[in-house]
Structure formats: structure tokens, C-alpha cells
């Protein structure tokens, strides 16, 4: 006599809504997490190009032994004088400067970007000559 065998080919509904379920879970745990490191690189990017446009006059204000006034406002800082201008998505902390005709800046003063993401860097000590980034916001410690 012959035995029927029922051979099963496939996966069942229950397995397949489980299976999607995970995948769902995952992606939501992994679009969180890459929106934040999204946020965060733009925290850094912004405080490096900063430090980057700083850096660019005075060297600038050394060699062509020429002052530099530096304006920083809420989302914007600009050089007088020049078209430089860098518009930041971050609101910008700190007060304006000088940059006087030997590269060096007129007081010690701290740059900051509102950061809620947990960045690398997020600020700039300005202390005569030297530009350090760091992190802390107001009360910035060098990295």
C-alpha cells in the first residue's frame, strides 16, 4: 500500500507577515539612527567650515598685511569688506572680532553651533593666533 507524503512547497502566510515585521522593525531602528548621524554630520560640517573661513582670513589679514572685521549674527557670520558671507542651518554663537594685519585676533572669544546631536566637534576657542576646535558649546574643551 502507498503512503500519500505531503510535501509542503513554499512558506505560509503566519511566516511571511513575520518575516516583514522584523524587516519593518529594522528599518525604522536604522532610519532613526541615520537621520541622527545625518544631524550630526551637519553639526560638524558647519562648525568646520567655520573654522575653515576663520582660518582662511587670517592668513589672509598676515599676508597681505590687511585688518579683517568678522560679524557673526544668529545664522550668518560675513566679513566686512569682502563677499564673504557663511550661512549656517545651525544657529551660531559668539560675538564678533578682528583679525589685525599680523593674523592675530583681538580678543578670546568662543564660536558655537546649537547641537543637539551629540557631535564631534561643535565649537571653536579663538585665542590670539590659534583656532582649536572642540566640544562643550559655551564652555568648550578642545578635542
Known sequence: MARK????????LIEL???IAI?????GIGIYNYNKWVKKQEVEQTIKDIYGLLEKYRTRAYTSKQEYKIKVSDY???VEGTDAEYNSKYKIFGSDMDVDFRGVFNIKNTLYVENKFDALYDC?????????????????EVK
Open 5 to 12: 507524503v505531503n510535501i509542503r512547497k513554499g512558506v505560509s
Open 23 to 27: 524587516i519593518g522593525i529594522l528599518l
Open 17 to 19: 507577515l513575520v518575516v
Open 124 to 140: 571653536i576657542i579663538i585665542n590670539g593666533y590659534k583656532l582649536r576646535l572642540g566640544s562643550g558649546g559655551a564652555s568648550c
Open 76 to 78: 550668518k557670520i560675513t
